[in-house]
């Protein structure tokens, strides 16, 4: 590294700070005029309307990114072109839907130019915008001010601190959206359903679980040298013990092999009800894949025993089967 490491960390931070700063004053200065937006999103949604944002440049690009945010979590939105809004692109739009114009200066000429053509339509208008005194705000149904002390640029001019503001903005109208409508986390899977997130969400352990030959079950009474080989043969890492009703009783993984080994020569003739963990840690079928993560996340195990709504085993969660489907 060169002498000028240092400098360079401290400018890195400078930015850090300096847009922090931008966002605790914009986090006290939201005010009713965001409470409107959000029921007037509500509204919209709710008799099939849309939300569609507009901007230029950089706020153009905070629209694309808001708009995914929206309509990932449910909330339909589209962006439009602000510069070929006046061209055709003015079709996105129909009556009832809730438009945002994103302009930091709210004086950009494209969307000044495109304000009448949007008078001709019925829907309600919102400038997030860091100019109140500006020609979209004044002639916009709402402001959501977006105003911040400084850009980040050392010259004041490259939109900085204004375009992470305006994009928090986006990201607070999406999330209060979200919760106002009660979305769910199954909903969010129904969006994703080819990614992680839709695997961990979607799945149910009974899609995940081993069973058959894959799950080694036996009585209580099996010896450990009779449970090792059933375990190997299921190409398992442990066995499922139960009465002879079928009730679960206990455990028995390859680890505790290990571990009775270096104190108890006889190990390989004992029953496994002897050395077995009663009470293990279960899941039942119905359960979210997610949830039999979080289990093995929390109890560093490998092993998680599935049971039925009776209680019964049906089952068995191998960790090691959990990459394999993405799910980690």
Request: proline fraction near 3%.
């Amino acid at each position: 590294m060169d002498g000028n490491s240092s400098e360079y960390l401290e400018l890195g931070r400078q930015v850090f700070e300096i847009e922090i700063e931008a966002l605790k004053s914009l986090c006290s200065k939201l005010d009713e005029n965001f409470i409107t937006a959000v029921s007037w999103c509500i509204e919209s949604l709710s008799r099939h309307g849309k939300l569609v944002l507009t901007g230029i440049g950089k706020s153009g690009n905070v629209c694309h990114k808001v708009a995914a945010t929206l309509t990932s979590t449910g909330s339909v939105a589209v962006v439009m072109d602000g510069v070929n809004a006046l061209h055709g692109d003015l079709g996105i739009i129909n009556d009832g839907d809730v438009v945002f114009i994103f302009s930091y200066s709210g004086e950009s000429s494209e969307l000044v130019n495109l304000m009448p053509a949007l008078k001709r339509f019925s829907v309600k208008i919102v400038a997030v915008t860091g100019s109140s005194d500006s020609f979209l705000a004044k002639h916009s149904d709402l402001v959501l001010s977006v105003k911040i002390p400084r850009e980040a640029c050392p010259f004041n001019l490259a939109p900085t601190s204004s375009s992470t503001a305006m994009m928090v903005m986006g990201d607070a109208l999406a999330m209060t959206i979200l919760r106002a409508r009660g979305f769910t986390r199954e909903d969010y899977a129904k969006f994703h359903p080819s990614g992680a997130i839709g695997r961990s969400l979607l799945l149910r352990v009974k899609e995940i679980m081993r069973t058959g030959n894959r799950h080694p079950i036996v009585k209580e009474d099996c010896t450990v040298k009779e449970g090792i080989l059933e375990m190997t043969e299921a190409k398992a890492g442990s066995l499922t013990i139960v009465d002879s009703q079928g009730k679960l009783l206990g455990i028995f993984v390859d680890g505790d092999l290990r571990r009775y080994m270096t104190r108890d020569e006889n190990i390989l003739n004992r029953s496994l009800g002897e050395v077995m963990t009663r009470n293990p840690i279960t899941i039942n079928d119905n359960a979210l894949a997610a949830e039999a993560l979080k289990i093995f996340n929390e109890h560093n195990i490998d092993d998680l025993v599935v049971i039925d709504s009776q209680g019964k085993p049906v089952g068995l969660v191998d960790a090691q089967d959990l990459p394999k489907m993405k799910l980690v």
